[in-house]
């Protein structure tokens, strides 16, 4: 059974920073790509940065340079490092999982993130 599990999500000032972690068990971890998202009510889930099994990232636009994202193949874990946080990246954070891009992602459970100004 696959489970991503998210972590160090909390209530920081803007300027701040936070490590988010995703521990993930039940799957061979550095054959998936790793991606984070992110989400607001009444708003679609959005990408925010994304690691291949071989190391390659992407990231939206709104956090190049300032959040990293990172994994430890050897701990099954994915983080996203976020520096300089804007009241505009409160959210609900989510890590997701996927190996092909023809295999349905799995999800985790979301940890939330809330900037104040």
């Known amino acids: 059974q696959v489970q991503l599990v998210e972590s160090g999500g909390g209530l920081v000032q803007a300027g701040g920073s936070l490590r988010l972690s995703c521990a993930a068990s039940?799957?061979?971890?550095?054959?998936?790509?790793m991606t984070w998202y992110r989400q607001v009510p009444g708003k679609q889930r959005e990408l925010v940065a994304g690691?291949?099994?071989?190391?390659?990232?992407n990231y939206a636009n709104s956090v190049k340079g300032r959040f990293t994202i990172s994994r430890d193949n050897a701990k099954n874990t994915v983080y996203l490092e976020m520096n300089s946080l804007k009241s505009e990246d409160t959210a609900v954070y989510y890590c997701n999982a996927q190996k092909y891009q023809w295999n349905p992602p799995h999800w985790g459970q979301g940890t939330q993130v809330t900037v104040s100004s």
């Open positions: 039940g799957i061979i971890f550095g054959l998936y790509t």
């Open positions: 690691i291949s099994g071989g190391g390659s990232t």
